[in-house]
């Protein structure tokens, strides 16, 4: 006899670990389109500006934040009620992403914007746009697809986690990590000659992904898998304790470069001389180095609980972040140099990130028992990085325009604004994880076993 649906199912019984990673990849897909080829979208056929472009990530982030905060409360009052399982929940929140991803076709369909061989106003034209094309609809997908998009992670981290400890919950977070990531890899460089032909289809074809995933969610259990009991998980080392309260400031800190760096991209690319289909290939550089930074540390495991790993991967981040930003004001005209330069750059950002990510998110599940809210959490902390970044970015380019900084670009500016918030954090974060050290020396029990 199969469980009872809305009760936690025993900690034995972990969901099979191939449909959490087929759903992952799928839906990874369209963290490609939304959070990295959106701002193509935006640039080639709607004429974004920087700023407009960083409004969207700003949007981004302040509507992902409570879907991924307030997921865990609704779930709670759903197994109360005895109503949705959390499968239940990720079938709802697949039919409305599918949904939304066509309201920009609907839009243009109501509009009666004309389309020549395909393509909406003639195709896309760089950044001037297409003209008489209904821009608000790209505002509106943003604000609904992002917090269905922080409220769909925690729980498919809940399914992945759930059931697993020690060997098994590292192998399968190894695992998970290659799989969402490699997704991006993929899909982005797709991306490009999508919108080359006609910028929504990639949209309308990730309605199609998201309808597949739901189709995947027959085959996960009702519930996530618990935790194993005390005594059968050992308790994990104090320094995992003292290394998530640093992450959990460093992990936004990562995601404010993330979502800095993807608006400026197609912008910078395009003033290098780099054709939109090929833009989004050099783009996905960093992708790939994360991917293949998630690949060594799921095969390797000498990074567990030591401190170096975590600062390193927060090093070569910001000097990283910073070269890419600033090369191209500082090798004018593009060129080999200046490609050059921001390939590698790309390609050491991709491995800051990547080990920033894969470490908060072990510890997270490690610590957190593999509940939702401890996946909410982490979530919940990539939510404020995809805010603070675009803030900084407006902040800079309004300074430029009202004439505050003595630059005419604002790149400069927003490089120097994103280095000394993540400064400063780091700097929060070692204070906040000093304390978790001191707390350990006088309840080390109390520490090891709680549920953050």
């Not at 005594?231 to 640093?246: G, T, W």
């Not at 470069?257 to 989004?280: D, V």
């Not at 590698?344 to 809210?373: H, K, N, P, R, T």
Request: net charge positive.
């Amino acid at each position: 006899m199969s469980p009872p649906a809305h009760r936690p199912l025993p900690h034995t019984v972990p969901t099979p670990l191939w449909a959490v990673l087929a759903f992952t990849f799928l839906n990874s897909i369209g963290s490609a389109v939304i959070s990295q080829g959106i701002f193509f979208i935006a640039r080639e056929a709607y004429g974004f500006g920087p700023a407009e472009r960083f409004g969207l990530g700003l949007v981004y982030g302040l509507t992902y934040i409570p879907g991924a905060l307030f997921i865990g409360p609704l779930l709670r009052r759903l197994r109360q009620s005895g109503s949705l399982s959390p499968r239940a929940v990720l079938g709802v929140v697949m039919v409305l992403m599918a949904l939304i991803c066509w309201l920009p076709w609907l839009a243009e369909a109501m509009q009666q914007v004309p389309r020549v061989g395909g393509v909406a106003g003639g195709g896309g034209t760089g950044a001037a746009g297409a003209p008489g094309r209904p821009a608000w609809s790209l505002w509106v997908v943003i604000a609904l697809y992002s917090p269905l998009s922080g409220a769909m992670w925690p729980m498919v981290e809940a399914f992945l986690a759930g059931g697993r400890s020690d060997h098994q919950l590292r192998s399968a977070t190894g695992k998970f990590n290659v799989c969402w990531a490699g997704a991006l890899v993929v899909s982005l460089p797709a991306i490009g000659p999508l919108i080359e032909w006609d910028a929504l289809l990639s949209m309308q074809g990730l309605s199609a992904i998201h309808l597949a995933a739901a189709a995947v969610l027959l085959t996960f259990n009702t519930q996530p898998g618990g935790h194993p009991p005390h005594h059968e998980h050992a308790p994990h080392p104090p320094v995992y304790s003292q290394l998530l309260a640093f992450l959990r400031v460093l992990l936004p800190t990562a995601f404010l470069f993330i979502s800095t760096l993807a608006p400026y991209l197609p912008g910078a690319l395009g003033a290098l001389g780099i054709e939109t289909t090929l833009a989004t290939t050099v783009a996905s550089t960093w992708l790939l180095s994360r991917v293949l930074t998630f690949l060594v540390m799921e095969r390797w495991h000498g990074w567990h609980g030591r401190w170096s790993t975590v600062l390193i991967g927060g090093t070569v981040l910001l000097a990283s972040f910073a070269v890419v930003v600033l090369a191209p004001i500082a090798l004018p005209g593009g060129g080999t140099v200046a490609l050059a330069a921001v390939i590698a750059a790309l390609a050491g950002f991709g491995i800051g990130v990547g080990i920033i990510y894969c470490s908060a998110l072990y510890y997270a599940m490690e610590v957190g028992a593999a509940q939702v809210d401890a996946g909410g959490t982490h979530e919940t902390l990539i939510g404020i990085g995809y805010t603070v970044g675009p803030a900084c970015a407006l902040a800079a380019i309004g300074a430029t325009h009202t004439r505050l900084a003595p630059t005419t670009g604002y790149e400069p500016i927003m490089a120097g604004l994103v280095c000394v918030v993540a400064v400063l954090a780091a700097g929060y974060g070692i204070r906040v994880a000093r304390r978790s050290t001191a707390a350990d020396r006088l309840a080390p029990a109390e520490v090891q076993t709680r549920n953050p």
